[in-house]
């Protein structure tokens, strides 16, 4: 595929570059002969006879600490381990369509390279030495396509590598496979006319989340040990929360994204941002403490310059960590969470109660105010950065997430969104500054709010987080999310947010809400949307919001939530087997 | 004046505003009588007789370390020491009008609590106790007007403080007086209809620079021990160098602006900075560190949340300090610096040499097109939130510096910015975005040049800071001002920037230079206005570029240079003596 080929109809060109996707898989990796009973397909790896004993052993490891100690002291080879998830990855592709760029010589010839270097120095080249590492579709590769979602990207092949695959090579990474992503990136499922559409493994009726989709379910399908995906509304929560992974959404320009691909290239009112998408809790701190300890403002003249701090991350902002005081926002006010998520904050306020720490209630403040203006800012182009990139092939601006053998209409006939901030149209400079203006005030309004609360702590500080909804609900079928009201918040506030699995739908404990006063249609329709059978299985995870840079002290206050959690779980099972 | 003044006619409004200030004054503080000698006005303060011996020992003092440490051993009150300044200050107004609120009672009030708590309890109220602090006319304080300079704002009085002035009382600081600015804050000068023009105390002739111009020359009278300024352009660097001043202007958001008013309010593509004003190297440090030690980020939702390094502070990505290597940039191949200029850069290399450091040549790169960008960025919204203001009062858009009776022309016919920017329009929020994608590579590409340097610097590291002009002239008469083509670069790239005064014009010494290939019409005009006469005594300062959020690291580098200097001084002066 060659930039050559725009002649052609962008249909053509789509089947195209599909296909070559295809061919670029190995032949031995495909399945063949695939009965699946049913369309939860995260058994399949296991059960389909294509990863040997040894590659289960690796893949089925999802501590990143372990992975890269295993590495470190040779026990496993960076080689094996690349082999190992790659060829899982290629399985998650077949039952999910997950990928977009495929190279596995070239992933193998840099894993291969790392361990030479280990065997004959006996030092690793960096934190993350031999660890394969996903990319979304965003960041460019040299002598990689970097097509994003748009036809016309096609044959576009990277002159240079982005500013973070540069610093994961200079930590010993393999950046390995890249993942899918949705037309304009702009939504919260995954489908684009080049590479089509990313399912969820744990039920292929539903979306994986978006726009970090394609992360979502290879990830959860552990054919990547840590993905890298970017959010500006929620394209890293919510398909973490519909994957069950874990996830960091930090501040703007915490780390560097420079170089990588976007949508809305030049918006900077509220940045997108990059940030790890695993199965691993210590994915995260190893994730992001490798990035920051490189200093990418020698890269990246928009990152942030503030080293990693070991002591914010032992939380000397938040009383050293005992007690800690969270506050659960139950409900926005704008879309009621479905019976799962409200269990899901149940058990983790009880998991908190008992390990000691304080759970108090938040009330959302001015937060349809909030989203209305971001949602503003989002559309400001009069969507004139869309248009221009689907003009160049041809191919048509993607209206809906449903595909006409979905067999099911929206929830509503116009998302709530477009009703709040009405027809876009381009806005001058200076309407733009005004809505900066407001975003201002409003962020001003919310820390104040949230600082206010040093009043009902008791613990003489603010709350430390927020734990509330990634999205008001499980995953749902294709082309159904329409909520991003719980996301956008943290992009608007520029809250460093964590995501973190909490349970999975059981229809025995998930019994339907009666019906509440409803806040608006979307409301209503979200409501009527649950179904106990429909999401039956699918993760629940929720989302905990920190300040604006506090990207260690939320690291480390997930961890805590998760051992809570976890020991909280531990000790349950232990009593129902008494 | 109330609000209800605005049936008025602006000219009207402006004159009675005008005399409420004068009437501000205590009668007792007038200057009656006044002979002047020359246009240099900067012993008055000494010889009119109304300063007591005691005031001017006090006022004469001039490093803020060492009035802090009278003040908090109580040798000085904040009453006597609020007094002195306040007196000095009104001396100051009353020769080069650079004031605008007035409040005595207000600010004594203040210095008397402050000296009660510290007789009553024998602790300091904070790092800054009992200093009195002035304040460009953008800080809200409340209960006072906030005028910025337009009619239309006559009778705004705000209600309540903005976070720098909340902040500056939690240290324990005197905000006592206001400082002029100009119309719309964009000038490199000061004048507006309300309040008139500010002159350059070292000759009245020449403006004080701008657009913190009122500062510069309160200051440079030492009619304030330090002032806040802002700095968007070059309103920091321009009056600090035109007045002698050290000041420092931080990077983006690194200290607290939320609820001071300004121009373009919501133009986030530039932020506009605040910081200090003064004749005291220590007043830098202890002024930014006292900011940053009271965590502005949790007032200020904007701030960045980096505490004080005294890590960053001793230079540990500097090499500990020794040695350093400096790059000056002689010339910006825009506008050819004075004779005066490159004198203080042959000085300052040479007392940097002599310290043991290493000074290189820095050539410039791509700054026009940095320029042009940023100024294109400023005219984003067609002048529409200027016109906005002005419409409000009727009072008409100020297009020029020059009065009537000042009997000369500008010096160009259309400054040159004009001529890079064109016609300003207004731009479509897309259209920014453009204009955001652009900055950004341009920002990355002297990142990497700077990078770069590492090659030539000899001590493994990327050159420590660029010395270059903060403007290619000493203060010019009034209107004359057309040069922030050294200045604008650094808000552009985000660079932390000092400025340190190193000498003033000698016109034994400063010779005009022979004419040079000239690089544009301006820069023909700015070389054709050196006239030794017309400068001659005037101050000569330079500024130190570091790196994005190199506060701490520039603050000491500039104490480095500044004892470098004063050592060099000091032998050279043995030498003469000898």
């Not at 040997?52 to 080689?79: G, M, P």
């Not at 160049?392 to 509503?412: C, N, Q």
């Not at 600082?451 to 008791?458: C, D, L, P």
């Amino acid at each position: 595929m060659t930039e050559s080929d725009s002649s052609l109809d962008w249909k053509t060109r789509a089947a195209q570059r599909k296909q070559a996707q295809l061919d670029s898989i190995p032949s031995e990796w495909i399945l063949h002969d695939l009965r699946l009973e049913s369309e939860n397909v995260m058994d399949v790896p296991e059960k389909c006879g294509l990863l040997s004993a040894r590659e289960l052993e690796i893949t089925n490891t999802t501590d990143v600490e372990v992975i890269l100690k295993k590495l470190s002291n040779s026990e496993w080879s960076s080689v094996d381990v690349t082999r190992a998830f790659y060829k899982r990855a290629i399985i998650a592709q077949q039952l999910t369509n997950c990928l977009t760029e495929i190279f596995v010589e070239r992933a193998l010839d840099r894993a291969k390279e790392l361990d030479d270097i280990l065997r004959r120095t006996g030092k690793v080249v960096g934190p993350l030495h031999g660890l394969p590492v996903s990319l979304k579709d965003q960041f460019t590769m040299k002598g990689l396509e970097t097509i994003m979602g748009y036809v016309a990207w096609i044959g576009r092949y990277a002159k240079s590598d982005c500013v973070l695959v540069e610093m994961l090579y200079d930590c010993g990474a393999v950046p390995f496979v890249r993942t899918n992503v949705p037309q304009t990136l702009m939504w919260g499922e995954t489908y684009n006319h080049v590479f089509g559409r990313t399912s969820n493994p744990y039920n292929r009726r539903l979306t994986a989340g978006g726009s970090s989709g394609g992360e979502g379910a290879l990830v959860a399908m552990k054919g990547s040990p840590l993905g890298v995906g970017t959010d500006i509304g929620g394209s890293l929560r919510i398909p973490s929360a519909f994957c069950g992974l874990y996830t960091l959404r930090p501040s703007y320009e915490r780390l560097p994204y420079y170089g990588a691909t976007n949508a809305l290239e030049g918006q900077e009112s509220i940045s997108s941002v990059l940030g790890p998408m695993t199965n691993s809790i210590t994915g995260l701190k190893i994730f992001v403490k490798a990035i920051i300890d490189s200093q990418p403002w020698k890269r990246d003249p928009l990152v942030v310059r503030k080293e990693w701090s070991e002591k914010e991350y032992q939380l000397a902002f938040h009383g050293g960590g005992s007690p800690l005081c969270f506050a659960i926002m139950w409900d926005n006010g704008v879309v009621k969470p479905h019976p799962p998520l409200r269990r899901a904050m149940v058990m983790t306020k009880g998991a908190l109660e008992a390990a000691g720490h304080r759970v108090i209630d938040w009330e959302p403040h001015r937060h349809l105010e909030i989203y209305k203006n971001s949602e503003t800012i989002f559309v400001a182009d009069g969507g004139e950065d869309y248009r221009t990139e689907c003009e160049r092939s041809g191919e048509p601006l993607i209206k809906s997430m449903i595909s006409e053998d979905d067999g099911h209409e929206p929830i509503v006939e116009k998302p709530f969104v477009n009703h709040l901030v009405g027809e876009s149209y381009h806005r001058s400079a200076y309407q733009l500054w005004e809505l900066h203006k407001e975003k201002r005030q409003l962020r001003k309004s919310h820390l104040d709010y949230w600082e206010a609360t040093v009043h009902r702590t008791g613990t003489g500080r603010p709350v430390d987080g927020i734990i509330s909804p990634a999205v008001a609900y499980p995953a749902v079928p294709h082309g159904l999310n329409t909520d991003s009201f719980y996301t956008t918040l943290c992009n608007a506030m520029d809250y460093t947010t964590s995501v973190f699995p909490v349970t999975s739908v059981d229809t025995e404990l998930d019994h339907p809400h009666d019906p509440h006063e409803f806040y608006n249609y979307e409301d209503e329709a979200v409501y009527k949307l649950y179904d106990s059978g429909l999401f039956q299985g699918c993760p629940v995870g929720l989302q905990l919001i920190g300040r604006t840079q506090e990207e260690e002290a939320v690291i480390r206050m997930t961890e805590i939530i998760d051992t809570a959690l976890k020991e909280n779980k531990r000790i349950n099972t232990e009593t129902d087997t008494k």
